[in-house]
Nanobody, 119 residues
Framework: QVQLVESGGGLVQAGGSLRLSCAAS????????MGWFRQAPGKDREFVAA????????AYADSVKGRFTISRDNANNTVYLQMNNLQPSDTAVYYC????????????WGPGTQVTVSS
């Protein structure tokens, strides 16, 4: 059974930084594209960033490009999201997930980690 556990969220002032981690188990991690997604109050969950299985290729939502960096450690089944210059609009619950066929895999969402950015 796939388990994804996010951590590293918290409360930070605008302009600050956080590093999120996602520990994965129950899947062949090194063969999976992994992504970060977020859901703000009252909004749908949205794509943030993705990283290829090898870690060589990345993709970002326009809203975070240049501020966020996704990376992975296949030896430790972990994917990271470094978030710099955080803005109040980044406030959301952040989730990681596998990406298959260009979409997150339903049914394998973790609990997420809350990021709150104060102005």
């Amino acid at each position: 059974q796939v388990q994804l556990v996010e951590s590293g969220g918290g409360l930070v002032q605008a302009g600050g930084s956080l590093r999120l981690s996602c520990a994965a188990s129950g899947l062949i991690f090194a063969s999976r594209i992994m992504g970060w997604f977020r859901q703000a109050p009252g909004k749908d969950r949205e794509f943030v960033a993705a990283v290829s299985a090898s870690g060589r290729n990345t993709a970002y939502a326009d809203s975070v490009k240049g501020r966020f960096t996704i990376s992975r450690d296949n030896a430790n089944n972990t994917v990271y999201l470094q978030m710099n210059n955080l803005q109040p609009s980044d406030t959301a619950v952040y989730y990681c997930n596998q990406v298959v066929g260009g979409a997150p895999v339903s049914g394998s969402w973790g609990p997420g980690t809350q990021v709150t950015v104060s102005s």
